[in-house]
């Protein structure tokens, strides 16, 4: 590797290592505006992440590219419905997140995005018919039995954590499809639900039970300021990712829910459980077993049924 290689190597990993820390430190941040209805919040966040994304479109020259991305999907059913179903899904993930994080359930918001980079495999074996390697499977397994515990332990299903794996798994699955910028593809995903939003926040306006109008000016400046943190992150990723292989970027992914979880546990005291450790070493020991599931170690000793299996024997 070159010298100018290793910088690019360098900076991809601090670029993707900052996008990540500010995924997990987020629930500062919505913290700050807890006494607000989640719903507003996220009206708010989708509204003003599309006014911030069009500046950013407008300020890097990208306008054309929008412009023709916009006509080429208008003209394409297939990624027409693919963006609809992408800002559903992501409005579905800011939705629950917010929720959770205000609502004292930030040990379960990192659950879900533990559980995610496997429900993102389970789907590109389903859909884009990738092959399930051996130890995969027991991954899967480990994860299952985890999430089970959990479940019968407190008699009810873990909703926030597979809700936000789940909706964040698709909408991964749906921008792969569309193979959109990253910053046009936010820009299209909120302009779908931006008139939704407006309008909510119009009838609260007019009702006169609206929290910004009358909300002290810190308070709005955090909630004009829902852009900002929603667009930073993932433009620092996007810069990231394309330097690194797709193997680091799949280890620094749990900077975020680890982040989350010591959040959740040391700063808002959130019961966390003997069940709940339980849960999450079944979830951790998966997810290691996972992201050593291609070494040659492991591809080495499995079994030899499955590598028949693999070859179409």
């Not at 579905?92 to 993102?120: C, E, K």
């Not at 499977?137 to 809700?163: C, M, N």
């Not at 699955?173 to 302009?191: F, H, P, V």
């Not at 609206?210 to 993932?234: H, N």
């Amino acid at each position: 590797m070159g010298q100018d290689d290793m910088r690019e190597y360098k900076l991809g990993i601090l670029y993707t290592t900052i996008a990540y820390i500010a995924w997990g430190v987020l629930p500062l941040y919505w913290k700050l505006i807890d006494h607000m209805p989640a719903v507003e919040i996220l009206a708010h966040r989708i509204v003003w992440s599309l006014a911030f994304v069009l500046m950013i479109i407008l300020v890097s020259k990208k306008g054309k590219q929008f412009i023709t991305n916009l006509k080429e999907i208008f003209k394409n059913k297939f990624k027409l419905i693919g963006i609809v179903a992408s800002s559903i899904l992501i409005t579905v993930n800011w939705a629950t997140y917010i929720w959770a994080v205000n609502t004292n359930h930030i040990i379960d918001a990192s659950l879900g995005y533990y559980i995610n980079p496997l429900v993102s495999v389970l789907l590109g074996i389903i859909v884009l018919k990738e092959r399930l390697l051996f130890w995969q499977g027991i991954s899967f397994a480990l994860a299952g039995i985890g999430v089970l515990i959990l479940t019968f332990q407190y008699g009810s299903f873990p909703w926030v954590a597979i809700t936000l794996a789940l909706s964040f798994g698709f909408y991964g699955l749906t921008k792969k499809l569309a193979k959109l910028d990253s910053l046009i593809g936010l820009a299209m995903e909120t302009m779908v639900v931006a008139p939704i939003a407006l309008i909510y926040l119009a009838v609260l306006f007019k009702g006169g039970v609206d929290s910004f109008s009358g909300a002290s000016i810190d308070v709005q400046l955090l909630l004009m300021g829902a852009g900002v943190i929603t667009a930073l992150p993932l433009l620092w990723f996007a810069a990231g990712a394309n330097r690194i292989p797709l193997s680091v970027v799949g280890i620094l992914q749990y900077i975020s829910p680890t982040i989350n979880l010591l959040l959740g546990v040391f700063l808002y005291h959130e019961h966390f459980s003997k069940v709940h450790f339980v849960t999450f070493l079944c979830i951790w020991t998966s997810l290691l077993i996972y992201s050593f599931s291609k070494s040659k170690f492991l591809t080495s000793i499995q079994p030899k049924y499955m590598k028949n299996k693999s070859l179409g024997a």
